[in-house]
């Protein structure tokens, strides 16, 4: 995570946005009145996702499982129905 103040971030403005772009690196902004985080646009939709899938009731549980069966029990991905 990049730790800046907002001084300098508002100097590197572009720099530091390309780095949280290209290679997912969140930035940590410290002013006098809190913290701000940013976070790729990629990153977000990720969260969202996740928080999504876990407000399902069943579904984080159904992903423990699946994450706990042996691979030889599995589908293989080109013959799974969507």
């Known amino acids: 995570m990049i730790n800046t103040n907002a001084t300098n971030f508002r100097k590197n403005l572009f720099s530091i946005l390309e780095q949280t772009i290209k290679y997912n690196e969140p930035v940590n902004i ?3 009145d809190g913290n701000a985080v940013i ?8 969260l969202m996702e996740t928080l999504y899938l876990c407000s399902i009731p069943t579904m984080r549980q ?20 969507w």
């Open 62 to 81: 159904q992903i423990m499982e699946g994450l706990q069966s042996p691979l030889e029990e599995c589908i293989p991905e080109d013959e799974v129905e």
């Open 30 to 32: 410290v002013t006098k």
């Open 39 to 46: 976070i790729s646009e990629d990153d977000y939709k990720g």
